[in-house]
């Protein structure tokens, strides 16, 4: 059974303070893995796709990063604005597409 | 701009009523998908389709229905609702990119049920 755990629950930063949340994955065969944001209140908002181990992709401040058993989303200088839900999902090669989602990582960021 | 709503965005209903949450997607994606997040379990699988007059049972389809007539829409009734289905609804469809389905969500209906 694919399984995602995400750490920490929750996190607090100050703004300006990077830091890094993690996805770690147990799947047959990775065919990809996703990160999502959601608002309050709002639809998880798709961030990036991540296909093979050692493969890395920016947006902004934030930075995903992928390995064997987990992945990594690095959060540089962040502002307030970042503060949201982070979702990670992955998706099993062979079978259907259905993704597992991780239960997330809260983030708040104060000014 | 293609998109994917959700109506209501709020519902207030009673046990044993019949309630139809509806989901339209812009995008004439194939698959589409209902799931329901909660506090402590993440977001969990409904029911899906992978296209016209295609249906499959998610994680968690008890007490749930969906039909797919057309592209557009996937809509999701509660058949008798029950105070365990008060919950956040989220409808999402979803696209072959780069050898992955990426999907795509809607704002989410939140449903009380009294």
């Known amino acids: 059974e694919d399984q995602v755990t995400q750490s920490p629950e929750a996190l607090r930063l100050q703004e300006g303070e990077s830091s890094s949340l993690n996805c770690s994955y147990t799947?047959?065969?990775?065919?990809?893995l996703f990160w999502y944001r959601q608002d309050p209140g709002k639809g998880p908002e798709f961030l990036f796709t991540l296909y093979s181990a050692g493969e890395e992709k920016e947006k902004e401040r934030l930075k995903a990063t992928l390995t064997k058993k987990e992945s990594f989303l690095h959060i540089t200088a962040p502002k307030p604005e970042d503060s949201a839900t982070y979702l990670c999902a992955v998706q099993a090669s062979g079978g259907s597409y259905i993704p597992t989602f991780g239960r997330g990582t809260s983030l708040i960021v104060h000014p | 701009d293609a998109e994917i709503t959700q109506s209501p965005r709020h519902k207030i209903t009673e046990t044993g009523r019949q309630v139809t949450l509806a989901c339209h997607q812009t995008w004439n994606h194939n698959n589409m998908f209902w799931y329901r997040q909660d506090l402590g379990h993440g977001l969990r699988l409904i029911h899906y389709?992978?296209?016209?007059?295609?249906?499959n049972k998610g994680e968690v389809s008890d007490g749930y229905s969906v039909s797919r007539s057309n592209t557009e829409d996937l809509p999701l009734t509660l058949e008798s609702a029950a105070s365990s289905q008060t919950s956040v609804y989220f409808c999402?469809?979803?696209?072959?990119?780069?050898?992955?389905?990426?999907?795509?969500f809607g704002p989410g209906t939140r449903l009380l049920v009294l």
């Open positions: 799947v047959s065969g990775l065919r990809g």
């Open positions: 389709s992978y296209g016209v007059h295609d249906t």
């Open positions: 999402a469809s979803s696209e072959f990119i780069g050898g992955t389905e990426t999907q795509y």
